[in-house]
């Protein structure tokens, strides 16, 4: 197999990454994709970094050894935070991709200069993102909200406890809409979250812009594969290359979400790395 042909691999503590999948498959038709949910060891966003890194090399080692993979999306902020540099030392020949909170594109939209971020208490403790922060300090006000327990209601499609949550955690976070200090724009710096915006629009309004990472990712994702040569052949009549689907906790949760989600009938396999 050239190398062009082989599948990028793409991980998330378990279905929030499909987001960023949605986004690889619009950007990036032709391409394989390897989908990896790590539910069986989630949530990665209150678990110390240890528990993150362990899971995302060993994630990784799987989808090298068994998938040949040519690239690795990791799909979720947390790993993320906690793994990327060593994941970048362990294979530095592989065009690798993180997300991280869209803060730069916030502070920059933002009219009333301030901004609520919603992501797991990992990421907001972790090194990476307290840099972030400190590199646009004065660009705009941050409201900080860590959402323990949101990203697994959203793994379980529990509708009463996302809808709970949801409230209680903007309520906290404090007025959002246009007005003169209130927060005109909200970060969601999980990729779990994108699949709760029409819960969320109930709580912040409809005017208040919502951004999450997954379009960027997968701009970010052709650009290295295109300076390495490594985008895959445009096959005549294909229209969109196959994704497998494999996870570590329930195969019908991965199942049920790409089908909810990405309108995807796809079969799930167990894996158990
Ligand atoms: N989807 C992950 C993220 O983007 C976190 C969910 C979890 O806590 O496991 O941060």
């Known amino acids: 197999m050239s190398a062009a042909t082989r599948p990028i691999g793409v991980f998330d503590s378990g279905v929030g990454g499909l987001s960023v999948l949605r986004a690889l498959r619009a950007e990036l038709p032709h391409e394989q994709f390897v989908y990896v949910a790590d539910s069986g060891h989630a949530p990665y966003g209150e678990r110390d970094d240890d528990h993150v890194t362990t899971r995302s090399h060993a994630i990784a080692d799987y989808l090298l050894g068994q998938h040949q993979i040519k690239a690795l999306v990791v799909a979720c902020n947390t790993a993320t935070a906690a793994a990327i540099k060593t994941l970048r030392a362990a294979y530095p020949s592989i065009p690798l991709v993180g997300i991280e909170p869209a803060l730069k594109p916030a502070a920059a939209a933002s009219q009333t200069k301030t901004v609520g971020v919603m992501a797991t208490r990992g990421t907001l403790q972790s090194e990476k993102f307290q840099a972030l922060l400190a590199s646009l300090h004065g660009q705009a006000t941050f409201v900080l909200q860590p959402c323990d327990g949101l990203a697994i209601a959203i793994e379980h499609n529990d509708a009463i406890k996302i809808e709970a949550l949801c409230a209680e955690y903007t309520g906290a976070m404090g007025l959002f809409g246009l007005n003169s200090a209130a927060m005109d724009t909200l970060v969601l710096g999980c990729t779990h979250y994108p699949f709760v915006e029409s819960v969320l629009r109930r709580s912040i309004g409809e005017q208040v812009t919502l951004l999450e990472g997954g379009a960027p990712v997968a701009r970010q994702t052709r650009r290295l594969l295109d300076a390495a040569g490594l985008l895959a052949p445009t096959a005549a009549g ?36």
């Open 238 to 273: 294909q229209s969109v290359a196959p994704t497998q689907f494999l996870t570590t906790g329930h195969v019908e949760d991965l199942r049920s979400a790409a089908q909810r989600w990405l309108q995807l009938d796809t079969q799930v396999g167990a894996l158990g790395v």
